[in-house]
C-alpha cells in the first residue's frame, strides 16, 4: 500500500493540513476529511487545503472546512497553500494566483523563504444578494438581526465568503460561540455565515474573537480579519491601514483607494504527517 503523506501549516494558530493530490495516491471525500480534522481520532487542524491541481496552464487548490464542507474562501489557507507550493518548488517567482470556487486569488511572495506573505483578499460587497442574505436588495449596514430572541446591531458583507461583524465594547470566546452557534445556521444566511464579534481600541487597530462556518471557534481567520477590517473602515470606525487582534496573533490588513482588501501574515511549518495502513483503511471505508 502506498503511503500517505501530509503536511501541517499554522497562520496565527489557524491550522491547516495541505493535501497534495500530485503526491498522494487516494481521493479525498467529506467524511474522511472531517476524520483527518479531528482533534480525537485524526491528525486535527481547522480544515485540509488540496493542491495544487494542475489542468492544462491552470493550478486551482481545494479548500475545505474541518466539518468536511468546501468553502470559498480562506486568507489563511490561501498564504498557506502559497509556502507549500514554494517550500515544494512548485514556484519560484515574487507571486503566485491560482483558482478556488472564488475565482481567481493572488498571493505575494514577501521574503526568500516564502514565511511572509500578502493576499489579495478582493473587493468586500455589503449587498444582501452577494452575501447572501434573505429578504429584498440592501447594503447590509447597521441593522438589527435577531439571534436566540436577543437583537445585535450587525453588518454583513461577503469577500467570496459570507460574513456577519457585530459590534460589541467587549468581547469573548464564550460570547462569540454562545452566538455563533445560532448565528451560523440562522434564517437570514441560506448560506450559512462566518460571524465576528468586533471591538474597535482606535482607529488602526481592532480586536475580534471567530465562529467560522463549518469549523466552529477558531484561533485566527484572514477572511474573517478582513471581513471585520472592511465592516470598522466602511462604519466610519477605522482607517484603512489597520491592525487586527485575534487570540491566535495580529494580522496587518489594508484597504486601497479602490476598495481592494489585503492581508500580510506569517506562515509556520509543523511538519509531515505519514498515515498508517490501517488508518487509510479506516478513510476509505468511511466513503
Known amino acids: 500500500m ?12 489557524n491550522d491547516y493540513l495541505v493535501y497534495d493530490p500530485n503526491r498522494n495516491p487516494m481521493p479525498l471525500h467529506r467524511a474522511a476529511i472531517a476524520r483527518l480534522c479531528d482533534r480525537h481520532f485524526g491528525i486535527g487542524a481547522d480544515g485540509i487545503l488540496v493542491g495544487p491541481c494542475f489542468d492544462n496552464d491552470r493550478m486551482s487548490v481545494k479548500i475545505y472546512n474541518a466539518d468536511g464542507s468546501e468553502a470559498e474562501k480562506s486568507g489563511n489557507g490561501m498564504a498557506i ?9 512548485y514556484v519560484q517567482k515574487n507571486s503566485i494566483s491560482f483558482d478556488t470556487i472564488a475565482g481567481v486569488e493572488h ?43 436577543i437583537p445585535y446591531v450587525t453588518t454583513c458583507l461577503s469577500l467570496g465568503n459570507p460574513h456577519c461583524v457585530i459590534w460589541m465594547n467587549e468581547i469573548s470566546k464564550e460570547l462569540v460561540c454562545r452566538i455563533g452557534n445560532i448565528s451560523e445556521s440562522a434564517e437570514y444566511f441560506p448560506e450559512k455565515v462566518n460571524t465576528q464579534l468586533l471591538n474597535v481600541l482606535d482607529r488602526t487597530n481592532i480586536q475580534i474573537e471567530i465562529y467560522e462556518r463549518g469549523v466552529g471557534y477558531t484561533l485566527a481567520s484572514g477572511s474573517c480579519a478582513c471581513a471585520a477590517a472592511s465592516a470598522a473602515y466602511r462604519m466610519g470606525l477605522a482607517d484603512r491601514n489597520m491592525y487586527v487582534h485575534m487570540p491566535g496573533g495580529l494580522l496587518e490588513v489594508e484597504i486601497r483607494d479602490d476598495g481592494e482588501v489585503y492581508m500580510v501574515a506569517g506562515v509556520g511549518y509543523v511538519g509531515s504527517i505519514v498515515l498508517g495502513n490501517g488508518f487509510c483503511e479506516e478513510l476509505r471505508a468511511l466513503d
Not at 502506498?2 to 494558530?13: A, V
Not at 521574503?111 to 452575501?131: A, C, H, Q, Y
Request: charged share 30%; with cysteine; hydrophobic share 35%.
Open 107 to 149: 498571493v505575494f511572495y514577501l521574503n526568500e523563504e516564502g514565511t511572509r506573505l500578502k493576499v489579495s483578499m478582493g473587493l468586500p460587497s455589503f449587498w444582501s444578494d452577494e452575501i447572501p442574505m434573505t429578504g429584498q436588495r440592501r447594503e447590509v449596514i447597521n441593522e438589527i438581526l435577531v439571534f436566540d430572541k
Open 81 to 89: 497553500i502559497a509556502r507549500y507550493l514554494r517550500d515544494r518548488n
Open 2 to 13: 502506498e503511503q500517505i503523506t501530509m503536511e501541517k501549516y499554522h497562520c496565527m494558530g
